[in-house]
């Protein structure tokens, strides 16, 4: 936790002011028994009226400056924690932009979220507390002691003897609770996880009738938490009292061998009284010290979480050097073989083959054999395990992911979209993209004829993921925002599947014409996409079953035949 405090460089000064400012209400505060003391042996034992006037016009004062240092510090070091929180989120969101999809495939969604919203709330709220703590605390404690010895050192012996007790206490009790937040944090992650997944697959879960399934994992996952939680605050909940006996029972301790001192002649009652106080100001600072120390493991749970996360280095990074070669578009995998972090067989081996600018080039296979793992290589979203990928002959790990995938005009099997208007989302392709642009993509991808239907046209708002828009409305869109990009390589992956047949032919017709110069790569499970494409690979099982034409592929590849037949009717293969 210490290295996150490096985070607080900005505010060095305000820190620095705080610290003073507590530093001010601590000793008014430790003066303020004294001068009761003062009251009393002076004034209320004497009858000195003008006196009791006099000190009391002045505790009135000192207590006054100590509640406005209390309350400027307090403002001052909300600001200093807020914006602690505020720089590390920044921090975060920006390193997890630079992570690759294995980073993210990781850690996972929920707990990315996690760690970005309540993680840092939890150090943040550590900082507030040690800030006030650290200060006022170590100097109510010692400067108390002082106050007390001086008043009287016999007395003294009393509160000798009660701390040993109190710090037994607190560190038996700390012992306990420490694990127990820690664990409190892993299950939050639990919880959000679940509650994520049964927000966005709410359709799913309805339509399979297993709202029921997913109450109870909910409820597991809920009463795993609440359990811990309860626990700890159980622990915490008796922590209290026992401390309020301990201090209770110093205090009628005090006032016993006191009354005896009193008596004796050796000490003034107004010491009495303020001995008493310090006494409870020391043992209250150090029941606010042991609340730091519960609170200081969970925080620190929190921020190794944190560091994780900001020490994860992305396994994909630029490399200083080239970048990718002016316009072209020449696809080569080269003896590629690749597999996913943690997984036994690899999703794809010994793949080649040559996809070049002009030419269309179809994969097809069944699920699972690959396709979309193929194709994510290309705008290198994973790295080859070995063999290379090149584009004109640079491979892609020599190039800047920029200008790597500024040549790419990706469509994703999952359409995704962002909340926003219809036209911010396809110009999310081209950010300077006019409207003339934006009109012409969407006219392509056979978006234009739903759009104009739309009381706002262009302008009709998208809500998040696209959840108001069909599958068929959303893969359009995600066309119609490849292809605003005009860029030299276009990547479909299985971006027709939930379109008619007539759009389907439609669309095509019209890509082909746009795409005339590029190289295309299209995954596709109906054959009648892609008969017609210059090369056609057949993926199965993460390995190639056969490369070439339609008419090729029909002599050679019984993978493909049998994918054909199940399709299409005699008539049509011949
Ligand atoms: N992010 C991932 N992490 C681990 N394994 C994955 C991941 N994505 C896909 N796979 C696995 O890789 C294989 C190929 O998947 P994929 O390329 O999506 O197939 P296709 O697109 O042909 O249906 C599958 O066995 C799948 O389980
Ligand atoms: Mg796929």
Request: neutral net charge; glycine residues 8%.
């Amino acid at each position: 936790m210490i290295r996150m405090f490096a985070f607080l460089r900005p505010y060095r000064r305000a820190i620095g002011l705080v610290l003073g400012l507590i530093f001010l209400q601590s000793l008014s505060e430790l003066y303020l028994p004294t001068l009761m003391a003062d009251i009393v042996n002076h004034g209320i034992v004497t009858g000195n009226d003008g006196h009791i006037w006099r000190v009391g016009g002045l505790m009135l004062l000192v207590s006054a400056a100590g509640g406005l240092f209390s309350v400027a510090a307090s403002y001052h070091s909300s600001k200093v924690s807020a914006g602690f929180g505020r720089i590390v989120r920044g921090r975060m969101f920006e390193h997890v932009e630079g992570f690759s999809l294995q980073e993210f495939d990781k850690f996972g969604t929920a707990s990315l979220i996690t760690r970005t919203t309540n993680d840092i709330t939890q150090v943040q709220q550590v900082l507030l507390m040690m800030m006030r703590m650290m200060v006022s605390a170590p100097m109510m404690c010692i400067g108390g002691i002082i106050m007390a010895v001086s008043k009287d050192p016999m007395l003294s012996l009393v509160i000798v003897c009660a701390i040993p007790v109190l710090v037994l206490t607190i560190v038996s009790i700390g012992r306990k609770a420490s694990p127990l937040f820690r664990s409190l944090q892993a299950k939050t992650d639990k919880l959000n996880l679940v509650l994520r997944e049964h927000l966005t697959g709410v359709r799913v879960i309805r339509a399979f009738n297993r709202a029921g399934h997913e109450k109870k994992r909910f409820d597991l996952a809920s009463l795993d938490y609440t359990e811990t939680a309860v626990k700890v605050n159980k622990i915490l909940a008796f922590m209290m009292p026992l401390m309020m006996l301990i201090m209770n029972l110093t205090s009628i301790a005090i006032i016993w061998f006191g009354g005896l001192r009193i008596s004796a002649g050796h000490m003034q009652v107004g010491d009495l009284m303020a001995f008493l106080q310090y006494a409870m100001q020391i043992m209250f600072s150090m029941l606010m010290l042991s609340m730091m120390f519960v609170m200081i493991p969970r925080a620190s749970a929190s921020a190794a979480r944190i560091n994780e996360v900001l020490d994860t280095k992305p396994e994909i990074v630029d490399r200083p050097s080239v970048k990718a070669a002016a316009r072209g578009g020449r696809i080569v995998f080269d003896r590629v073989t690749f597999r996913y972090p943690g997984a036994e067989q690899p999703a794809l081996s010994d793949i080649s083959f040559e996809a070049g600018p002009g030419e269309t080039t179809a994969i097809i296979g069944g699920t699972g054999s690959g396709k979309s793992t193929l194709v994510s290589l290309i705008p290198r979203f994973y790295d080859v395990e070995s063999g290379r990928v090149t584009i004109d002959g640079i491979d892609v790990r020599e190039m800047t992911q920029e200008s790597l995938r500024a040549k790419i005009g990706f469509v994703p099997q999952k359409a995704a979209l962002f909340s926003g208007t219809i036209r911010d989302n396809i110009r999310f392709g081209k950010e300077d993209a006019t409207d003339g642009e934006i009109r012409r993509a969407a006219e392509i991808a056979q978006a234009a004829a739903f759009i104009d239907e739309k009381p706002d046209g262009y302008d009709s708002v998208i809500s998040q993921g696209g959840d108001n828009l069909s599958g068929g409305q959303k893969q359009r869109l995600s066309i119609a925002r490849a292809l605003v990009r005009k860029p030299e390589i276009y990547v479909f992956d299985d971006s027709f599947s939930a379109l008619d047949f007539k759009t389907d032919a439609n669309l095509r017709a019209a890509l082909r014409q746009e795409t005339r110069n590029a190289t295309v790569i299209i995954v596709a499970q109906r054959v009648s996409t892609i008969r017609d494409a210059d090369r056609i690979i057949v993926l199965d099982e993460g390995k190639i079953a056969g490369i070439g034409t339609h008419h090729e592929l029909l002599e050679t590849s019984d993978v493909y035949r049998e994918i054909v037949s199940s399709q299409l009717t005699e008539e049509e293969i011949a």
